[in-house]
């Protein structure tokens, strides 16, 4: 079992700036991919951004490829989503996921396989 905490939500003005950390206990954090998540109200949960174990692959949605940035620390089982140039748009709760060794962009890989944290509220205000 994984668990994972996020912290660092907030409120902010668009173009403003956050940084999100998750922090992860319970198993080999090495051993983990690491995702960043996001749901807005009436709306899906949707893929925001992955790194590989070692961090040396990432992956991007779209909407954020260029604003946001995942970034992990295996020696503080943590991982990181830099946020800036925020749009209102991007008002969601997010939400870290585990996946055990590989790192994808399918949002449905981290449903059928994965740990998540409680999620952290963004809200970005025009």
């Known amino acids: 079992q994984v668990q994972l905490v996020e912290s660092g939500g907030g409120l902010v003005q668009a173009g403003g700036s956050l940084r999100l950390s998750c922090a992860a206990s319970?198993?080999?954090?090495?051993?983990?991919?690491m995702g960043w998540f996001r749901q807005a109200p009436g709306k899906e949960r949707e893929f925001v951004a992955a790194?590989?174990?070692?961090?040396?692959?990432?992956y991007y949605a779209d909407s954020v490829k260029g604003r946001f940035t995942i970034s992990r620390d295996n020696a503080k089982n943590t991982v990181y989503l830099q946020m800036n140039s925020l749009k209102p748009e991007d008002t969601a709760v997010y939400y870290c996921?585990?996946?055990?060794?590989?790192?994808?962009?399918?949002?449905?890989?981290?449903?059928?396989?994965?740990?998540w944290g409680q999620g952290t509220q963004v809200t970005v205000s025009s």
């Open positions: 996921a585990a996946r055990l060794w590989v790192a994808t962009p399918t949002r449905a890989d981290w449903v059928e396989n994965g740990y």
């Open positions: 319970g198993r080999t954090f090495s051993n983990y991919a």
């Open positions: 790194i590989s174990r070692s961090g040396d692959i990432t």
